[in-house]
């Protein structure tokens, strides 16, 4: 069992940045693919990037170049480096992690990017 925890979410302007942050208790996340999804009101959730067990980063194509996603096993956080961000950024960001026989997900936290 683990339990995700998100933090960093916020209000920016256009091409400013925040560090969201995601805490995992109860386990391990040492074999998990992490990642982080976006949800807006009316629309199902996406996939924005992941980070697999071995460190390897995957992004979805709009945020290539602005968002990092970074894990840290030892002290079971995954964070994300937004970057340049844009209004289409503003979602309620999840943190997620992903094996064949466990799914696990955080509360959210807002990411709001207007002027």
């Known amino acids: 069992q683990v339990s995700l925890v998100e933090s960093g979410g916020g209000t920016v302007q256009p091409g400013g940045s925040l560090r969201l942050s995601c805490a995992a208790s109860?386990?391990?996340?040492?074999?998990?693919?992490m990642g982080w999804y976006r949800q807006t009101p009316g629309n199902q959730r996406e996939w924005v990037a992941r980070?697999?067990?071995?460190?390897?980063?995957q992004y979805v194509d709009s945020v290539k170049g602005r968002f990092t996603i970074s894990r840290d096993n030892a002290k079971k956080t995954v964070d994300l480096q937004m970057d340049n961000l844009k209004p289409e950024d503003t979602a309620v960001y999840y943190c997620?992690?992903?094996?064949?026989?466990?799914?696990?997900w955080g509360q959210g936290t807002q990411v709001t990017v207007s002027s």
């Open positions: 997620n992690a992903d094996r064949i026989t466990a799914h696990y």
């Open positions: 109860g386990g391990s996340i040492n074999y998990y693919v």
């Open positions: 980070i697999l067990s071995d460190g390897i980063p």
